[in-house]
């Protein structure tokens, strides 16, 4: 199984700050990584997929890189609502995994 | 309106079972593989299983927590998915999310981009 680790797990910051959240994978794997943000009492919502795809709809201050065992999502400036928890995903192999979660609250 | 909609949770005794619903509208269901996730009270997002499209002879994938307990099935007349569950653990307490994947040209299961309101099961 393909193990994935996210950090920070939480992070405190300002509106207009920028944020890097990183997941790391267990093994090298293709680029079917993708990236949801999930806010209290709701569905997740996807924000990138292919690790660098901007999901239609997504604001640009969202972006995702990486290749291999590291992959990066960033927020270039957050926003009041980008206030949430961010969860990376791997659909590279079975079983699917997620990581475990990272918590954006306002400083 | 493109949109998910899930059924059937509640509150069942452990061992017992029970069967959650999905339906679709607002796409060609028929071209598209549905995954189940959940996310138990508190705590992050777990895959439960997928099943593929008819293309793909309507196989499916299981997480190794609920192999052999939870079957996947779909109609796709009617525009929906099944997830049977049976002998039912507390730790089956979850949320539980029906979502359809995307598909780029003829490579399918690339990420979830549709997530249903999601129904809440507890066993207890």
């Known amino acids: 199984d393909i193990q994935l680790t996210q950090s920070p797990s939480f992070v405190s910051v300002s509106v207009g700050d920028r944020v890097t959240i990183t997941c790391r994978a267990s093994?090298?794997?293709?680029?079917?990584l993708a990236w949801y943000q999930q806010k209290p009492g709701k569905a997740p919502k996807i924000l990138i997929y292919?690790?660098?795809t901007l999901q239609s709809g997504v604001p640009l201050r969202f972006s995702g890189s990486g290749s291999g065992t590291e992959f990066t999502l960033t927020i270039s400036s957050l926003q009041p609502e980008d206030f949430a928890t961010y969860y990376c995903q791997q659909l590279n192999s079975y079983p699917l995994t997620f990581g475990g979660g990272t918590k954006v609250e306002i400083k | 309106e493109v949109q998910l909609v899930e059924s059937g949770g509640g509150l069942v005794q452990p061992g017992g079972s029970l069967r959650l619903s999905c339906a679709a509208s607002?796409?060609?269901?028929?071209?598209?593989?549905m995954d189940w996730v959940r996310q138990a009270p508190g705590k992050g997002l777990e895959w439960v299983g997928r099943v593929r499209d008819k293309v793909n002879s309507y196989t499916t994938e299981y997480a190794a927590s609920v192999k052999g307990r939870f079957t996947l099935s779909r109609d796709d007349s009617k525009n929906s998915v099944y997830l049977q569950m049976n002998s039912l653990e507390t730790e089956d307490t979850a949320v539980y999310y029906c979502?359809?994947?995307?598909?780029?040209?003829?490579?399918?299961?690339?990420?979830?981009?549709?997530w249903g309101q999601g129904t809440l099961l507890t066993v207890s």
């Open positions: 292919a690790a660098s």
């Open positions: 979502v359809k994947n995307i598909r780029l040209g003829s490579t399918r299961g690339v990420a979830f981009d549709l």
């Open positions: 607002g796409f060609t269901f028929s071209d598209y593989y």
């Open positions: 093994q090298a794997m293709n680029s079917y």
